[in-house]
């Protein structure tokens, strides 16, 4: 069992910037592909940043050069940094890890991340 721990969500003006984490339990990078969703009231789940076990990397259309997705082996944690945020950013955002073998995911508890016009 893996747990994911989303934190860095919050209000912040359009233009602006937010930095999400996502602490897992347990060394999961070898193993995962990373990944971060978000939900829009109303709206379907959507991939919005993946991270392979290779460092490749795959952004929706929507946050391409604006959002990027990293990692810190060490600390166990993934990031989403956020720049140029706009109001059609808001969601709550979900860490996500898919085992690449056995297609298993796991799911953070999501993150509020609100940007105001």
């Known amino acids: 069992q893996v747990q994911l721990v989303e934190s860095g969500g919050g209000l912040v003006q359009a233009g602006g910037s937010l930095r999400l984490s996502c602490a897992a339990s347990?060394?999961?990078?070898?193993?995962?592909?990373m990944g971060w969703y978000r939900q829009a009231p109303g709206k379907q789940r959507e991939l919005v940043a993946a991270?392979?076990?290779?460092?490749?990397?795959n952004y929706a259309d929507s946050v391409k050069d604006r959002f990027a997705i990293s990692r810190d082996n060490a600390k166990n944690t993934v990031y989403l940094q956020m720049n140029s945020l706009k109001p059609e950013d808001t969601a709550v955002y979900y860490c996500n890890a898919r085992r690449m073998i056995s297609g298993v995911e796991y799911w953070g508890q999501g993150t509020q991340v609100t940007v105001s016009s």
């Open positions: 347990r060394n999961i990078f070898s193993t995962n592909v």
């Open positions: 991270l392979s076990r290779g460092g490749s990397t």
